[in-house]
């Protein structure tokens, strides 16, 4: 079946340093890819998304590409705020899964002052 | 805009007690989802709701898991009787239809079995 794998955590860095979050995952057909961020004591929030391969998803300085030859969507923010401090899930959709949304294992992330 | 609400955001119960929780989604959102989210994993789904119909409970425990959506709005969860392994957060989340592929997310509820 569908899956997402990302890299573990905790991830620690300094302010402004640059993020890199690995994801890939392994679908049939053509899945939609998300990136979601779920911060202290808050719901699930879409950060950004891609529908096709090539799509670049972007917000909040964060970014990330729908690279279907090595089946990765990596995200990245060239630099970091104390306040990006949070839980960070990959996950796709419209896979074999069908309508279910299929979340990685998250990456939390520490950003020091 | 209202977004996805649900209560409580926490329940301590004893096992073999029954426990409820309550989703109410955004205003015009036809799809609505329970998430199991255990600590240090992904949330997984536990059923999706198309209105009022179930059409996907495959991930459901249905020997002491069961759901409904009265009248295609608000929906309860329920567990009877609970076990040490249910403590985990309960995650709603509702989208326009299944096809649009937002879905937007209540904050949780975050059950603890002792």
């Known amino acids: 079946g569908d899956s997402v794998t990302q890299m573990e955590g905790p991830v620690t860095l300094s302010e402004e340093a640059f993020l890199t979050i690995n994801c890939t995952y392994t679908?049939?057909?053509?899945?939609?890819l998300f990136w979601y961020v779920q911060y202290p004591g808050e719901g699930l929030q879409l950060l950004l998304k891609?529908?096709?391969?090539?799509d670049k998803g972007s917000n909040k300085g964060f970014e990330a590409t729908y690279r279907k030859e090595t089946t990765s969507f990596h995200l990245e923010k060239g630099s970091v705020q104390v306040s990006d401090s949070a839980v960070y899930f990959c996950?796709?959709?419209?896979?074999?899964?069908?309508?279910?949304?299929?979340f990685g294992a998250g990456t939390r992330l520490f950003v020091k002052a | 805009e209202a977004g996805v609400v649900q209560s409580p955001r926490y329940k301590i119960i004893e096992k073999k007690q029954p426990v409820a929780f309550w989703c109410n989604p955004i205003?015009?959102?036809?799809?609505l989802y329970w998430y199991l989210q255990n600590l240090g994993q992904g949330p997984e789904l536990l059923i999706r709701y198309e209105n009022e119909e179930a059409v996907d409970d495959s991930q459901l425990p249905k020997d002491r898991f069961s759901a409904e959506r009265l009248k295609g709005v608000d929906s309860t969860l329920k567990i009877q009787p609970a076990e040490l392994g249910d403590s985990a957060v309960y995650l709603c989340?509702?989208?326009?239809?299944?096809?649009?592929?937002?879905?937007?997310f209540g904050q949780g509820t975050r059950l603890t079995v002792v």
């Open positions: 205003s015009g959102h036809n799809t």
């Open positions: 679908a049939t057909g053509y899945p939609s």
């Open positions: 891609a529908t096709k391969a090539d």
């Open positions: 996950a796709l959709r419209g896979g074999t899964g069908g309508f279910k949304t299929i």
């Open positions: 989340a509702s989208s326009l239809s299944a096809e649009n592929t937002e879905a937007f």
